[in-house]
Structures are given as structure tokens and as C-alpha cells.
């Protein structure tokens, strides 16, 4: 699976935008974009996944360039709740066995 | 339940110790999961199973730890003689399986596990 980079972290004004960037470069043809997220002393959580087409669900959007190099999470409008570390993961869709986690973005939403 | 249940929640155990940590995954989820996450660090893959069958335990840090899943639901990580470095939350997940659904992983609460 391929390696993704993500800053390690971020701050967000409550009720606005949070953009969250992944970088992975080495993605192949066949391998899915999926975000986690992980609130503090729980276990993590799926938010959303997409292979090529913009992807936009009840939680957030997400948003993949065109060459497939990097893509977006989008909280279109953060909240307190949404403080958490955000893990961007490539995966061979559900067929691969492995989730490789990273270190992720810490995100905190500021009131 | 609902969810992915693990137990204990917490565990202290003293250097030399066996440990045995529980995951009840969800009802009819094929594959599980466990991974170990260090402090301030992401989930690291430990082992996989579908159904009864350990697929991939290349993840596992050591001969130390042994999982198993004998009836392809509930599973136990067992660590022997634990050591301080075996202090982590360890998290267990379950899926429907193999091209099924989204892959989408659920995740229990973890087992945090404190070795002194």
C-alpha cells in the first residue's frame, strides 16, 4: 500500500471550513483514498473513501486531484466535536488486508 | 452489541506478566483486526484474520504475541512475559470481509495496557 503524508497539524475557527491535505504520490490505478478519524481515547472512526470522483457524504467531502497525488478532507463547517487527529489511508479497496495509519493531522477546532 | 466490544479497558500488568485481551467483533463480520498504537502514534497492523483463519500476523512485534480466533468470532491477543515496551492501547476491528461492503474498518475502544 501506498505511503501517505500529511501535515501534523492544524487549527480550524469553529463553524468555518477545516481543508485537511494528504499527499501519496505513489498511489496505484487500483488503490482507494479512505480518511479516518480518531477522537481522543476512542477508537478511530471511517469518515469517507474514493478512488477518482469527488466523493461527499453526511460527515465531509473529499476531493482528489486529478492524477490522484493527493487529495482534500473537507469539514465544511468544523465544530468543537471535530478536534481529533485525521488519518489519511491507501488502501486496495476491500480486498487489502491492511490499513497503514501514518501519524496523521492533529486538527483542533478553535471556538 | 452493536459495536465492537473489547475488554479489559485498562490493564496494569507487572514486566514478566501474561496478558490476554478480548475483542468481541461485530455479528457476522468476517474479518477482524488488531493493531497496537504507542502514544502519540498511529494504529501499527498487527494481525488479520478471516473467519478462524490468521492470514497475516506478519505485524506481530514478537514470538511474545500470539492472537487466535478459534470459532471466527471472538478473538484473544495473548503477550507473554510483557515488557515495558508492550505498553500501548491495543485496538481490534472488524469488517463484513473481503469484497464486501466499503472496507470499511470498525473499531472498537481499544485495551490500554500499562506494563511496569
Known amino acids: 500500500d501506498a505511503k501517505t503524508t500529511q501535515p501534523p497539524s492544524m487549527d480550524c475557527a469553529e463553524g468555518r471550513a477545516a481543508n485537511l491535505p494528504c499527499n501519496h504520490s505513489?498511489?496505484?490505478?487500483?488503490?482507494?483514498v479512505y480518511w479516518y478519524r480518531q477522537i481522543h481515547s476512542q477508537g478511530p472512526q471511517y469518515i469517507i473513501h474514493?478512488?477518482?470522483n469527488n466523493e461527499t457524504n453526511e460527515m465531509a467531502s473529499l476531493i482528489i486531484t486529478e492524477d490522484r497525488k493527493s487529495s482534500t478532507l473537507i469539514l465544511p463547517h468544523a465544530t468543537l466535536r471535530d478536534t481529533a487527529v485525521y488519518y489519511c489511508?491507501?488502501?486496495?479497496?476491500?480486498?487489502?488486508?491492511?490499513?497503514?495509519f501514518g501519524t496523521g493531522t492533529s486538527l483542533t477546532v478553535i471556538p | 452489541g452493536a459495536g465492537v466490544s473489547q475488554s479489559p479497558r485498562y490493564k496494569v500488568a507487572k514486566r514478566g506478566q501474561d496478558v490476554a485481551l478480548r475483542c468481541d467483533p461485530i455479528?457476522?463480520?468476517?474479518?477482524l483486526f488488531w493493531y497496537q498504537q504507542a502514544l502519540g502514534q498511529g494504529p501499527e497492523f498487527l494481525t488479520y484474520f478471516q473467519n478462524e483463519a490468521q492470514l497475516d500476523k506478519s505485524g506481530l512485534p514478537s514470538d511474545r504475541f500470539f492472537a487466535e480466533r478459534p470459532e471466527g468470532s471472538v478473538s484473544t491477543l495473548k503477550i507473554q512475559r510483557t515488557q515495558q515496551e508492550d505498553s500501548a492501547v491495543y485496538l481490534c476491528?472488524?469488517?463484513?470481509?473481503?469484497?464486501?461492503?466499503?472496507?470499511?474498518?470498525?473499531f472498537g475502544e481499544g485495551s490500554r495496557l500499562t506494563v511496569l
Open positions: 489511508i491507501v488502501r486496495l479497496g476491500n480486498t487489502g488486508n491492511q490499513f497503514y
Open positions: 476491528a472488524s469488517s463484513l470481509g473481503r469484497r464486501k461492503g466499503n472496507g470499511e474498518l470498525f
Open positions: 474514493g478512488l477518482k
Open positions: 505513489t498511489i496505484s490505478g487500483n488503490e482507494y
Open positions: 455479528s457476522g463480520h468476517v474479518s
